[in-house]
């Protein structure tokens, strides 16, 4: 029988929105390039951009931001005003001020999990802007621990499980990301659990293990307590 010691959640889109804060900001910035294309064509150049500047600036507004600026130049040249990328800039900007808006039923999921469970928060991106959603969210007290972490792989995962005293096969990860949520988490040799949301970078997606007994997946978080019980009785 399976006891899972310890639950460890993402944040973006899991707890609190974060996707609709980016979708909004790339139609703004597909309206200020709009003399230099059609919206989905600039969408697809800002994502290869994206793509390719994860490894030097990582995931985060200001990474995003940055990849804003490089597409708009590559299209405008030296000829794009000084007045578009003082526009990106401040719409950089407003992303790190926006409010946090956490998902329903999510306080009162997490506040039934921590009776039982230690909770960790494991997220991924800009330390400071995530240190700011946390505790914007009001949701930190809830959290045993909390690892802000440049990228989610296997080798992450094994060492936030070994850091923290929970061996894998007692340990659960969940989060609406099957690249970096599920499929590391279970390549690490844990419990994984796909909560979807409706807004998920592309990015971020993957096929879903199906084939594998440690993947589950559910429609929202509140039914995670439920799972857990599934999971220990079997």
Same mark, same amino acid.
Do not use: C
């Given at each position: 029988? !399976? ?14 929105? @974060? ?33 390719? @500047? ?59 999990? +921590? *009776? ?17 959603? *946390?505790? !914007? ?6 959290? +045993?621990? %909390? ?14 499980? +070994? ?12 989060? @609406? ?14 419990? #994984?659990?796909? %909560?979807?949301? +409706? ?6 997606? #993957?096929?879903?293990? *199906?084939? @594998?007994?440690?993947?589950?997946? %559910? ?16």
């Amino acid at each position: 029988m !399976a006891r899972i010691t310890l639950v460890a959640l993402d944040a973006d889109d899991t707890l609190w929105e @974060n996707e609709t804060v980016f979708r909004w900001t790339e139609a703004r910035f597909a309206e200020l390039l709009a003399p230099h294309g059609e919206a989905e064509a600039i969408r697809a150049r800002l994502f290869e951009t994206e793509k390719r @500047n994860l490894e030097t600036f990582g995931f985060g507004v200001k990474g995003f931001t940055l990849s804003m600026i490089e597409t708009a130049l590559d299209l405008g040249g030296d000829d794009l005003p000084v007045s578009v990328v003082r526009q990106i800039l401040a719409e950089g900007h407003r992303m790190l001020r926006h409010p946090v808006e956490t998902l329903p039923g999510v306080r009162e999921t997490l506040q039934e999990l +921590a *009776l039982t469970r230690r909770l960790m928060l494991v997220t991924k991106g800009d330390l400071f802007d995530q240190e700011r959603k *946390l505790a !914007a969210s009001g949701l930190g007290e809830l959290f +045993a621990a %909390v690892e802000i972490v440049s990228d989610k792989t296997i080798d992450t995962y094994r060492r936030i499980f +070994a850091r923290h005293g929970a061996k894998p096969e007692e340990a659960m990860m969940v989060g @609406n990301s099957m690249r970096s949520d599920i499929l590391p988490a279970l390549g690490a040799g844990a419990f #994984a659990v796909h %909560v979807p949301h +409706a807004m998920t970078w592309d990015y971020e997606h #993957a096929e879903a293990p *199906l084939e @594998n007994p440690r993947f589950h997946g %559910v429609e929202t978080l509140a039914e995670l307590p439920m799972l857990l019980g599934e999971i220990e009785a079997d």
